[in-house]
């Protein structure tokens, strides 16, 4: 898990990556159209959506094994926990069309928690299960965008 300002994202990624990306960026803001934005092909592309946060014990744990992910809200305030996929036991098979796996809760402690708030991001790469949804002060409805970066063969 990285977690950092949207100014340093260029940081880590590859030239070609980030100029896609920045573009993207470029057009968000609270009146972006939720949706899908294809950035790069199937390489790199967005989703942007809308959805309330929830206590932490009612959200769901994940992972992918195709893309990392790179979240950060446009508007609202959204904790993300980050496990250690070694350490859960699965709940649902390997969705491949979705690229998501949903893992059961327990009493496995997240190894790293943060927040985001707009002007900042996280990235979650394959090997790390994350509970994003988090409610931080209160439960409220946050708006995001999540990048999806295409992992290398």
Excluded at 25 to 42: A, I, Q
Excluded at 69 to 96: H, N, P, V
Excluded at 122 to 135: G, M, V
Aim: glycine share 4%; proline share 4%; aromatic share 12%.
């Amino acid at each position: 898990m990285v977690h950092d300002q949207l100014r340093y994202l260029k940081h880590y990624l590859t030239d070609e990556i980030y100029i896609a990306v920045q573009e993207f960026l470029e057009k968000v803001s609270e009146e972006m159209p939720e949706g899908d934005y294809v950035l790069k092909g199937n390489e790199v592309f967005a989703k942007v959506m809308s959805y309330p946060t929830h206590r932490e014990e009612t959200c769901q744990i994940e992972s992918h094994r195709k893309y990392i992910d790179i979240q950060a809200t446009i508007s609202g305030a959204e904790g993300i926990s980050a496990f250690r996929i070694d350490d859960l036991q699965t709940k649902t098979k390997y969705d491949e069309d979705a690229d998501v796996l949903f893992y059961k809760k327990g009493a496995v402690e997240p190894y790293m928690k943060c927040v985001n708030i707009p002007g900042y991001f996280t990235i979650l790469y394959p090997w790390e299960a994350h509970r994003p949804q988090e409610c931080v002060d209160k439960e409220e409805v946050v708006k995001k965008f999540v990048i999806k970066i295409r992992m290398k063969e």
